[in-house]
């Protein structure tokens, strides 16, 4: 077990955090988290024997805000464990992406992994996923890192995906307010690329900055956040084969 492990992560509705940080307490006696959510700068060295890089996926790719932060961390020097997490249809590009990020950056990767969480969008998919049986195999996944940091094995191992990677992500609409909205300003607080003002005396998004991560539709205290309704159909329509399968947590080490 590490002493310490830097947990870099971007979980705008809670999956990705409670993924990564059930691993990093597996695999470290202590955690230094790095929100790379949070518009103050980060620490870009890191300081534990060991980093943890957990990021969402968003269309088969890591998001682009997450990367670009990513950017800014210095590796070099360092071990990493990278993970995605999905909302149970498929991960794509993003680990390989993530994967080679982080090298670029410096990292040694010791192991990766794909995990499975309820899904941002249409929360019925993956319903309360991550789950004891996940945790489970998050902890098993854990042990496994350990033993093999101790023993120092060799990284030989390789991850799917595609280079070049599918196309960028792109936002076709974003979330809106309803009539409910009482103008508290969460959403403005919650997220991360800024998208979000208020302005005039109602709530503005602009659509290139937004990364339909909806992060302000999970922080609205009156649920007066939502996604148009066509497009929640038609997300839920194209999701909906996925709803009764169980997809299995997927390890590379």
């Known amino acids: 077990m590490s002493k310490t ?9 809670g999956g990705t955090k409670k993924v990564g940080m059930h691993l990093a307490e597996a695999v470290s006696e ?25 990021v969402p996926v ?11 932060k990513l950017k800014s961390v210095n590796g070099i020097g360092k071990k990493a464990v990278t993970i995605v997490v999905y909302g149970n249809r498929a991960y794509e590009d993003a680990l390989l992406e993530l994967n080679n990020m982080a090298k670029e950056s410096g990292f040694e ?28 195999e998050l902890e098993a996944f854990g042990k496994r ?47 991360p690329t800024g998208a979000i003002t208020l302005y005039e005396g109602s709530i503005k998004t602009d659509i290139a900055k937004c990364a339909l991560c909806m992060a302000c539709v999970y922080a609205c205290p009156v649920e007066a956040r939502t996604l ?26």
């Open 228 to 253: 148009p309704r066509q497009m929640y159909d038609n997300v839920r329509q194209m999701l909906s084969k996925y709803k009764d399968i169980r997809r299995p947590n997927e390890t590379y080490i």
């Open 58 to 68: 968003f269309g088969g790719r890591i998001p682009a805000f997450a990367a670009e």
């Open 109 to 136: 990767i010791v192991a990766s992994g794909a995990f499975i969480a309820q899904h941002s969008m249409c929360p019925e998919i993956a319903a309360g996923r991550p789950d004891p049986v996940d945790f489970d």
């Open 145 to 191: 890192i350990s033993e093999k940091l101790i023993a120092r094995l060799e990284n030989e191992f390789s991850v799917p995906g595609n280079y070049p990677y599918k196309a960028d992500f792109t936002v076709a609409a974003t979330p809106v307010s309803t009539d409910s909205c009482n103008l508290c300003g969460e959403c403005v607080s919650a997220c």
């Open 30 to 54: 202590s955690v230094i988290i790095h929100n790379l959510a949070e518009k103050a700068k980060f620490a870009a060295n890191p300081e534990g024997d060991l980093s943890l890089i957990a």
């Open 5 to 13: 492990v830097d947990f870099y992560y971007f979980s705008p509705t």
